[in-house]
């Protein structure tokens, strides 16, 4: 008996089931589907019917995950939030933190279907109150996770806590707005590397660093 309860022990400690990881497998496969139909058809054309076969499962299949549309919107658009950190986090990784690297990253990410899925959702929430009840506290949490890793990744900008803020906001503004334009044809795409270069000389005139060697100068 003692022997059977240590083995049950040990296989207990080794991890998530074959069941969970395919489990989980399958969500993330409806979470990827429901962004290719927001992509594809927009968000009020996005049925589950719909992302049960763009998914290749069975609606039945879909709703032993997500029981119903609500909860499946809800889970994409947590996955596109994480999607946001991880390209924030990935164009931080350099030491230097230089702004050129920083925005052509940050950039390139707004380029891919997660963004175009996202745009269309926060869209669509300006009238409709069902989804504007999901994405609001969401975007709420997101806020305060991005806030507060931008923090911790870039100590250089801790004296000047307010322009980091003014610096962040103008970037995020400034090139998601660039790429809205660019989807509905409302910008050139060939004045896109001039204004990405403005953006990063104000980005670098408000550094602290920048403004203390203008004062020393």
Request: aromatic letters at 6%.
């Amino acid at each position: 008996m003692v022997a059977t309860s240590a083995k049950r022990k040990t296989n207990g400690d080794q991890g998530p089931t074959r069941q969970s990881i395919k489990s989980a497998q399958t969500r993330a496969r409806l979470i990827d589907a429901t962004i290719r139909c927001l992509v594809k058809v927009g968000f009020a054309r996005t049925t589950t019917p719909l992302v049960a076969a763009e998914a290749g499962l069975s609606r039945g299949a879909m709703l032993h995950h997500f029981e119903n549309s609500a909860t499946l919107i809800q889970a994409t658009i947590m996955e596109l939030h994480e999607r946001r950190l991880r390209a924030f986090r990935r164009s931080s990784e350099t030491s230097r933190h230089d702004p050129t690297t920083m925005i052509d990253a940050y950039w390139k990410q707004l380029q891919k279907p997660a963004f175009a899925a996202f745009q269309e959702l926060a869209m669509a929430a300006r009238t409709h109150d069902d989804l504007a009840a999901i994405m609001k506290p969401l975007q709420i949490e997101f806020r305060e996770r991005f806030n507060s890793e931008a923090i911790a990744l870039y100590p250089e900008w801790h004296s000047a806590p307010d322009d980091f803020a003014r610096a962040m906001a103008l970037s995020q503004t400034l090139m998601e707005g660039m790429a809205s334009a660019l989807m509905t044809g409302a910008l050139d795409e060939a004045m896109v590397p001039g204004l990405l270069k403005m953006l990063e000389e104000k980005i670098r005139e408000m550094r602290p660093d920048a403004k203390r060697a203008a004062v020393g100068g």
